[in-house]
């Protein structure tokens, strides 16, 4: 089983950046599909940004432009660049397959961006 670790979160102020990093305890060159995914208080988590093993990329229109998602096969990761950051960019973001299953949960990283 699958285990991702997420990390590259914190505070930063408005038109900030931040670079996250989810590492899996296994290979993922065998998942097509990857996708990054962010729940703020009081919401349901929502998926923000996938990406094949080829390489295809897909956002959601609230962060398209401004995030950029990316994977390393050989070092079993996948990455989450994000500029202009803003306040409702704020929450907890996580890793998973697409579509996500349940047990590969982690304990995501806390982005929170000040105004």
């Known amino acids: 089983q699958v285990q991702f670790v997420e990390s590259g979160g914190g505070e930063v102020q408005a038109g900030g950046s931040l670079r996250l990093s989810c590492t899996a305890s296994?290979?993922?060159?065998?998942?097509?599909?990857m996708g990054w995914y962010r729940q703020a208080p009081g919401k349901q988590r929502e998926r923000v940004a996938t990406?094949?093993?080829?390489?295809?990329?897909n956002y959601a229109d609230s962060v398209k432009g401004r995030f950029t998602i990316s994977r390393d096969n050989a070092k079993n990761t996948v990455y989450l660049q994000m500029i202009s950051l803003k306040p409702e960019d704020t929450a907890v973001y996580y890793c998973?397959?697409?579509?996500?299953?349940?047990?590969?949960w982690g304990q995501g990283t806390q982005v929170t961006v000040s105004s």
């Open positions: 296994g290979s993922i060159v065998s998942i097509n599909l």
């Open positions: 998973n397959t697409v579509p996500y299953r349940h047990e590969y």
């Open positions: 990406i094949s093993t080829g390489g295809m990329t």
